[in-house]
Nanobody, 125 residues
């Protein structure tokens, strides 16, 4: 079992920063992807960042340049550093694990079989 568990969410002001963490029981064997998604109630889940076992990263246009995904294999943890948070960033942020290396499918939620419960991020002006 992968069992992602997210932490680090909270409330910040516009322009603030947060770092989310996703700890797993173990990373998937072999080539694999770890990704962050977010969902606003009533809207579709949005893939925002992914990192594969080789360290290659991919970002959505909505967060590129502001958010950074990274991983610490020894700690079995994937991070999402979020800078310059904006009023349209609040959401439930979830971590997911899946097979393969970064590609066209990396930010597609259907690709991922393992999901965490999510951590809530709120941005106030």
């Amino acid at each position: 079992q992968i069992d992602p568990v997210e932490s680090g969410g909270g409330s910040v002001q516009t322009g603030g920063t947060l770092r989310l963490s996703c700890e797993v029981t173990r990373f998937p064997y072999g080539r694999h992807l770890m990704a962050w998604f977010r969902r606003v109630q009533g809207k579709e889940r949005e893939g925002i960042a992914s990192i594969d076992d080789a360290g290659s990263t991919q970002y959505s246009g909505s967060v590129e340049g502001r958010f950074t995904i990274s991983r610490d294999n020894a700690k079995r943890t994937v991070y999402l550093q979020m800078n310059d948070l904006r009023p349209d960033d609040p959401a439930l942020y979830s971590c997911a694990a899946g097979p393969g290396r970064n590609g066209a499918y990396s930010l597609t939620d259907l690709w991922y079989p393992s999901w965490g419960q999510g951590t809530q991020v709120t941005v106030s002006s």
